[in-house]
Each structure stands twice: as structure tokens, then as C-alpha cells.
């Protein structure tokens, strides 16, 4: 399972959030079951491996991180979103959002340019091609306007999402110039 698979994985859970009233907590506890995954993995590739140990723990940060600072992430997303109401946006688009802002202030190992990444190529992926231009922009705008914490990332790490760690490589393609 790749980083981009486990973040997925994330969206998809922050996203089923803002349908029930439960904690991130009773969440996960459903939803990360190997029989679950067997069950849904016939008919979803992303659910076709069950997340290990180390990428269990990336994907909880995240869905328990992004349901702690909802409301702060919320706020980002609205002073970004010039232009629309909070409230219109696609649940999707905002579930979205809200792990890459999460990961751009809080997860200092994750670089913002492949999260923002992820996060433009999920929503092209679950919505119209327009919108993956607003979420660019948006993120655009919020890594350039907020005081972010400095990113201290390895130059060569094992990674849990990689059995074979490869030296990082700096894409000219870039969906955001910080």
C-alpha cells in the first residue's frame, strides 16, 4: 500500500464522518477489520490490502487529527474558498481538503508539495476537473498566506509505504509553487 493509497483510504473515512455522529475513535474501530477489507476489496482496489501496522497508525493520525481540528480546518477552508459558501462545497471536496490542511500543519514528515498533490489528483479523481483547480487554489493560497510549521523531511527513510526506500525525487511538475 502506497502513501497516496493510505491517504485515500483517510479521505474516504473523514469523509463517512460527516455523515454520523460518531467520534474518529468508534470510527476506525469499524472500519479498519481485515474482514472488512476482504469483503470490500473484491469490488474496490483500494480496499484490496489491509493496511500494516505502520500504515494503520498513518491513516488513525489522520482521521483522528483531522476529526480533533475540524472546526480550525474548516475555518482555513472557508477564508480560502473565495467564492463559495462553506456550505455548497461537495463533501468529498471538503473531506479532501481537510486531510491535506491537517497534514500541512501537523505532519511535519509529509511534504506539502505531495500532499497538495494527492489532494488535487483525489479530486479529479471523485469529482468534476474543475473543482481539482479550486482545491489546487485553494491549498495554493493557504500554504503561501499561513505561517506553516518548517518541514523537516529525510533525504532517505524507510518508509512503510515502500518496501524499498529510493532516494526522493523533486518533480518540476509541482500542481502549487509555495
Known sequence: MTRSNARELAVHLVFELS????????LLEKALQRSLFEQIGQEEPLYAQFPNREQRHYIEALVRGVYQY???LD????????????????????????VCMYEIL????????????DAVELTKHYEEPELAA???????????????????VPVLEEDPFDPEPQPKEVSSEEPVQP
Open 75 to 98: 475555518q482555513y477552508i472557508g477564508k480560502y474558498s473565495i467564492g463559495w459558501n462553506f456550505s455548497r462545497l461537495p463533501r468529498t471536496v471538503v473531506a479532501i481538503l481537510r
Open 134 to 152: 479550486f482545491v489546487n487554489g485553494i491549498l495554493g493560497s493557504f500554504v503561501r498566506s499561513e505561517p506553516l510549521p518548517q518541514e523537516e
Open 70 to 72: 475540524r472546526l480550525e
Open 19 to 26: 455523515f454520523f455522529d460518531i467520534s474518529a475513535d468508534e
Open 106 to 117: 501537523y505532519m511535519r514528515d509529509v511534504p506539502n508539495a505531495a500532499a497538495i498533490n
